[in-house]
């Protein structure tokens, strides 16, 4: 069974504060997928990041940051100078790779970090 | 390209109606996935269909959901009759055959009352 956990139910900060989002997974798979999603006001899920398990390679793209930790079964992700527009729900969720290792499977989320950014 | 669509938006029906959500994935995915979130919980799979074949319905609660998804193009998502504990959002998503893009659509948030 896959399981993914996201300890922080909410948090707060003040704009231009960095901010860690914790996720957690469990998995029996060897390969798989782990994402994070971001869900505004507006309610859309936006695509953030998509991480393979063979890749343990930080990335960092502008603002937004991934640490990918296999040894401790962790996919944190870090906003640096946080502006009031990343307020939203924020989700991590993992997939197993199909037999053919190309295609998705159904993805198991977190219940989300709702992230409050205030001016 | 255009996104994965999803409708209605809204949804908001008595206890004990029928209500269909419809999804259009993007032209040429071949895989279509329902999700829902229920009440601030996690997001959780309903199914998958290849084309359009049920591929993993493990998802479905009960039998007053029903999925199709004919010809391969669009999808429906019928819950007859509705009880409260339905209420939620409704994502639909797609992916294309080898992977590639996993799109998520708007959401139909549905409220029984």
């Known amino acids: 069974a896959q399981k993914v956990t996201q300890a922080q139910t909410e948090i707060s900060v003040v704009e231009k504060e960095d901010v860690t989002l914790d996720c957690v997974y469990e998995?029996?798979?060897?390969?798989?997928?782990l994402f994070w999603y971001k869900q505004p006001p507006s309610g859309e899920l936006v695509f953030l990041i998509r991480?393979?398990?063979?890749?343990?390679q930080n990335e960092i793209s502008g603002r937004y940051s991934w640490n990918f930790q296999k040894s401790t079964s962790s996919f944190n992700f870090t906003i640096t100078a946080s502006q009031v527009v990343d307020s939203a729900v924020y989700f991590c969720a993992l997939s197993p790779l199909n037999a053919g290792g190309t295609s998705y499977g159904k993805l198991t989320f977190g219940q989300g970090t709702i992230l409050t950014v205030h001016p | 390209e255009a996104g994965v669509t999803q409708f209605p938006s809204h949804s908001v029906i008595e206890k004990g109606q029928t209500v269909t959500l419809r999804c259009d994935p993007i032209?040429?995915?071949?895989?279509l996935y329902w999700y829902r979130r229920v009440m601030g919980k996690e997001i959780k799979f309903l199914l998958h269909f290849v084309k359009e074949s049920k591929q993993d319905e493990s998802g479905m609660p009960n039998n007053r959901f029903l999925a199709e998804r004919t010809g391969g193009t669009y999808s429906t998502l019928k819950v007859q009759p509705a009880e409260l504990e339905d209420s939620g959002v409704y994502f639909c998503a797609s992916s294309p055959f080898g992977g590639g893009g996993y799109t998520f659509g708007s959401g139909t948030r549905l409220t029984v009352v």
């Open positions: 998995t029996r798979d060897t390969t798989y997928y």
């Open positions: 032209s040429g995915h071949d895989n």
């Open positions: 991480r393979n398990s063979f890749d343990e």
